[in-house]
């Protein structure tokens, strides 16, 4: 057998056994088969790397010209990106073993995480469009559960609809997209959608298949179901929603790009994207300056450097987008998990200001944190400078305005993150659960250490696996232009950071006009709450309204009415009883039948 | 001689019941030898052979059964709903026999409908599946004395339908020699005037919007079985002859009014996904979802008109994926509208209300209840892995079927395209009625539920196995349509 294949089939059967077999009565066998799944999964996809194994497939449907397979690609793209799934995935259900112990439904919830690795694994090694459609939609429903764990929560179980929903809108467009590349390039397998030109329609279908991209990595408009999906365990928001899902959008985009060919990518679709990823990690970083929740700071942080992730492919380089993606996994994965350390410590505080002087009462988590946090704010050296590096020269060469966008949403960058160091992990103990906190137990730290290792590490290790080599452009020193940019916006954002935030009690911005429009988001969750009352509400309302009057009351009740009245008039003048009735009618109807007799 | 027997059990069946004989047992045992002869008929349609008694000279009507890949898909479905339908709901004491009967009746009316191949007793037997409908919505029904109301109101309309029908088919049948199936051909006169008949009585009984409005009353006041029987079986009746007749008898007229019914099917889609959002009632919302998603099997049938060719022997590949993509999403869209219905009664007798802002976090109670309502809710969404996006792909790729970036998009990709919004209105009215029914805070009401005892989740649990199987699977069901 494939042992790509297998990927598939390991998580599939723990999160089907998990579900049917074992159950609450067995969590615990759960959580170590989901695990140990995870385990192998990486094993074979560590194993594929220095493999030249092919793909193989299998046909779904087939009739007429519609034939869909289930078939695996095996390529730089998928490998990498298997690693770093099954690799992030091993380290999150460890750290689950710990995070979730004492749940009620840990059962359900490692059901559920097995449910997304075969999901995930499926969106990576899809040979073909509606095979990757197919998964896309599945990592939905698996997001879609585990942000809904605690469903009892109303806040847990509107912000898993609020997901599901809001990638829905993104798929609609997803879909059409995937119709006219079908039409355009006469097929749905990447392999053979090549273009030697540019046709007509080309640049709507490319915007159209950004648009399922801009559900599942959260770009602007749609970005607003990621924050609240911080709903979800910790654990899943790092493995989820910060390190794989999210970021399936970038990885669909690179693999339609690399599939299509460059060359062929309308320019003016190009920019489009650009701009909407450029303008999501601006706005998303404004927003993450004054969010108090630590879960929050991060889901911010991640839109904006998913944002940075889609401008890169927008400037139609992926390369560099997949390289960000790569590293950005690992250290926003490890954000997350010590933002879950944190949480599990100050007994599920998330509120920054009530922390304070963490760094010392939890060493590990603490020094992680500290490693994820330069990793994310660029300091050379770090994986994320040098991906970010590869980003900020794309822009630097193409379009002039956007670089400098981007290197803005560094300086803050910088600043929303040393904010939440300041004042999480420095300072005084800002309430009760913060100054008895104490180091998370052995199995939730071990992964924050292989994690803040690979964080630092995994641009080298890239460099060192050839078959990795295609997303790991550049990684070295030059002084040049861009370089001392990014190391000025990292220098700004710090000291704005240390002016404004060191020692702090409170927010000493929290009544500055401008700011408090960041901490409410623009206000967009509020518009979209408006436009949504008048759609879903009003109109359906008034829809509604004219269907049961007029076409109900007309149209039906006009047909009853018609019967009734024409059964009356029958009962009351035909068989009215009275003998000269039925003379008139019997007189009546012989004339009628000796006409037609007659003259037709 | 095997066809003839699918619907002579369940006549027999009903006549036992009617004679006094232990109703259930002899409903659940007729529909269980139906389940495995129509299945195996379905797999070997050689096996099932074919039936040929000529009953009038001219024109010719003959009593002749028949079952090709179309007919076989249908038969499945009819089989399948039907032992789950007798396994679902809670017949009151003492209205056995009418319960049961019904049943059987409306079971063997399906059957008879699928499988004859003879224009008169196609239509005979879906008019002979009617009455038993009628009368249990109309007798044993939900909702107080509205009941008879809605009873009435779906008798008339849906005669209204069938005359309009009638009248379509006997304009084209006079200009026939022979009405069996396969010697439709498109007849010379009038074929505007018979497609639009067609589509107006075929539409009606399929709900086509504005002919929709007798469907959500008459399911919500439906006894579980009888939804589960019309929504999911009988409906297909009109898609399923306006695919075999329509498209036969009358292509060029078809062809004519395409455009009145890609618009007509997009009311179906967004206008019905409106009005289904604004439900209160979770039976409601069902009958009023099922009414939008005949949108999207309208919309395959469009894309078969507009593809154009042979409908009694296919050859061209677009006419193939449209007419395959119809019947498959006929069947998912049978199969998970029959479980919701099944479900959602289920709801009502163990918290006493359907009415969604009375109930909430079910799930914590009936976790089995919540899991499979979660399986058909994301069946009727489209998830992938389930029946219904295996139909709902497959419709959306028929109509782009031949569309070639060089040429405009024509009215069919306009449609499927706007049609295609109609999967975030579903998600929108399904998550919302799960959120409200299942999660959240536990109403009292639900805190205190039961879960499915094993009996009732039986039918369930086949419907949903169904689900499964197709939507893993697509091919299991297109194989039979090769």
């Known amino acids: 057998m494939n042992s790509a294949l297998l990927l598939l089939i390991i998580p599939l059967l723990s999160a089907i056994l998990i579900h049917f077999l074992l159950q609450q009565k067995m969590a615990s066998i759960a959580a170590i088969l989901g695990t140990i799944g995870t385990l192998v999964t990486l094993g074979i996809s560590l194993s594929l790397l220095s493999s030249d194994a092919v793909g193989c497939s299998f046909n779904w449907a087939q009739i007429g010209d519609f034939n869909v397979n289930i078939g695996i690609q095996l390529d730089q793209l998928s490998k990498g990106m298997m690693v770093v799934v099954t690799g992030i995935g091993l380290l999150v259900h460890v750290f689950s073993l710990g995070y979730m112990k004492d749940d009620e439904s840990k059962a359900r919830y490692f059901g559920n995480l097995s449910l997304f690795m075969f999901s995930m694994t499926g969106i990576v090694l899809a040979d073909n469009f509606v095979m990757m459609f197919i998964f896309w939609e599945l990592v939905g429903l698996s997001s879609y559960l585990l942000i809904g764990h605690w469903y009892q929560k109303d806040s847990a179980a509107d912000a898993a609809k609020k997901a599901f929903l809001s990638n829905r809108v993104g798929d609609f467009g997803f879909l059409i997209g995937i119709l006219m590349i079908w039409g355009i390039t006469g097929s749905i397998v990447f392999d053979q959608m090549a273009l030697s030109a540019a046709t007509p329609f080309l640049g709507a279908a490319v915007l159209l298949v950004f648009c399922g991209a801009i559900g599942k990595s959260a770009q602007l408009p749609l970005h607003v179901w990621l924050p609240d999906a911080m709903e979800g365990p910790t654990p899943v928001s790092a493995l989820i929603h910060a390190a794989t899902m999210v970021a399936a959008g970038v990885y669909m985009m690179a693999r339609f790009f690399f599939s299509i060919g460059f060359d062929v990518i309308p320019d003016c679709s190009a920019v489009t994207i650009a701009w909407i990823g450029g303008i999501t990690s601006l706005a998303a970083a404004l927003m993450a300056t004054q969010q108090d929740d630590i879960k929050k700071i991060l889901a911010y942080s991640t839109l904006s450097q998913l944002g940075y992730m889609v401008m890169a492919v927008g400037l139609v380089d992926p390369n560099a987008g997949m390289f960000h993606l790569y590293t950005h996994a690992w250290f926003k994965a490890l954000l997350f998990l010590g933002s879950g350390a944190v949480i599990y410590a100050c007994h599920h505080e998330q509120n920054i200001w009530k922390m304070g002087g963490l760094f010392k009462k939890m060493p590990i988590t603490g020094i992680t944190f500290v490693i994820g946090t330069l990793c994310l704010t660029a300091v050379p050296f770090t994986s994320g400078f040098f991906s970010k590096e590869g980003i900020l020269h794309a822009a630097h060469e193409s379009n002039p305005a956007l670089f400098y966008i981007a290197v803005a949403v560094a300086a803050l960058t910088t600043f929303y993150m040393f904010r939440l160091l300041f004042i999480a992990f420095f300072g005084k103990a800002k309430d009760e659960h913060a100054a008895h906190a104490k180091e998370v137990p052995l199995v939730m730290a071990v992964p924050l250490l292989i994690l803040g290792l690979m964080s630092l590490a995994s641009p080298w290790i890239g460099k060192a696996i050839p078959a990795l080599n295609d997303f790991h452009p550049h990684i070295g020193l030059e002084m040049n232009s861009v370089t001392i940019a990014s190391i000025a916006a990292f220098v700004v954002g710090l000291a704005a950071a240390v002016v404004f935030y060191k020692g702090k009690e409170s927010d000493p911005l929290a009544n500055n006009k401008v700011m408090q429009l960041f901490r409410n988001k623009f206000y967009v969750d509020e518009a979209y709450a408006i436009l949504i009352k008048i759609f879903q509400d009003l109109v359906a309302a008034i829809v509604h309204f004219i269907d049961e009057f007029f076409i109900n009351g007309l149209l039906v009740g006009g047909l009853t009415r018609i019967a009734q009245g024409t059964g009356n008039l029958f009962r009351n003048h035909c068989q009215s009883g009275r003998l000269q009735g039925y003379a008139t009618l019997l007189g009546l109807g012989a004339i009628v039948i000796i006409y037609i007799v007659t003259f037709l | ?482």
């Open chain 2, 1 to 482: 001689m095997l066809l003839l027997a699918l619907i002579l059990i369940p006549i027999l069946a009903a006549l036992a019941v009617f004679a006094k004989l232990p109703a259930r047992t002899i409903t659940l045992g007729a529909a269980g030898i139906n389940l495995i002869l129509g299945l195996y008929a379905a797999l070997c349609p050689t096996c099932a052979g074919t039936m040929d008694v000529l009953v009038l000279e001219n024109p010719a009507i003959s009593f002749s059964l028949g079952l090709d890949g179309m007919s076989a898909v249908m038969l499945s479905l009819t089989v399948i709903v039907t032992l789950a339908a007798a396994l679902s709901g809670s017949c009151p004491d003492g209205r056995e026999r009418l319960w049961y009967a019904s049943i059987n009746l409306i079971a063997a009316g399906a059957i008879g409908a699928f499988v004859s191949t003879n224009l008169f007793f196609f239509y005979a037997f879906h008019e002979l599946a009617l009455i038993p409908t009628f009368l249990m919505i109309g007798i044993l029904g939900r909702g107080g004395h509205e009941r008879v109301n809605i009873a009435w109101k779906t008798t008339i309309y849906l005669a209204f339908g069938s005359i309009i029908l009638l009248g379509g088919l006997i304009l084209a049948g006079i200009q026939l020699e022979d009405l069996s199936f396969s010697s439709l051909q498109p007849v010379a006169e009038h074929q505007n005037a018979i497609a639009l008949l067609l589509i107006i009585g075929f539409g009606t009984l399929v709900s086509l919007f504005p002919f929709h409005s007798w469907a959500a009353p008459a399911y919500a006041s439906a006894p579980a079985p009888v939804a589960m029987l019309h929504a999911g079986v009988l409906k297909k009746f009109g898609l399923y002859g306006l695919l075999r007749i329509g498209l036969a008898v009358a292509p060029d007229g078809m062809k004519h009014w395409l455009n009145l019914l890609l618009v007509l099917l997009l009311f179906n889609i967004l206008w019905m996904g409106l009005v289904t959002i604004n439900q209160k009632r979770l039976d409601n919302m069902l009958g009023a979802s099922s009414v939008m998603h005949m949108g999207y099997i309208f919309l395959a049938i469009g894309a078969a008109i507009a593809a154009g060719g042979n409908i009694v022997d296919p050859t061209t590949q677009s006419l193939t994926l449209a007419a395959s993509a119809a019947v498959l999403l006929m069947f998912a869209h049978g199969i998970s509208i029959a479980l919701s219905f099944s479900l959602a009664d289920r709801i009502e007798a163990k918290t006493g209300t359907l009415e969604m802002n009375k109930l909430g976090g079910l799930a914590k109670a009936a976790p089995k209840l919540a899991f499979l309502f979660g399986l058909v809710a994301m069946a009727s969404i489209g998830l992938p892995g389930l029946a219904n996006f295996a139909g709902e792909i497959m419709v959306f790729f028929s109509g782009f079927e031949g569309w070639s970036p060089e040429q405009a998009l024509g009215p069919v990709q306009i449609t499927t395209i706007i049609a295609i919004w109609g999967v975030v209105i579903s998600a929108v009215y399904m998550l919302r009625a799960f959120r409200n029914t299942f999660h959240g805070p536990a109403a009292d009401r639900c805190a205190s539920a039961s879960d499915l005892t094993f009996a009732e989740k039986a039918p369930a649990i086949l419907l949903s196995l169904v689900l499964l199987a197709v939507g893993l699977c697509p091919n299991l069901l297109l194989n039979l349509l090769k």
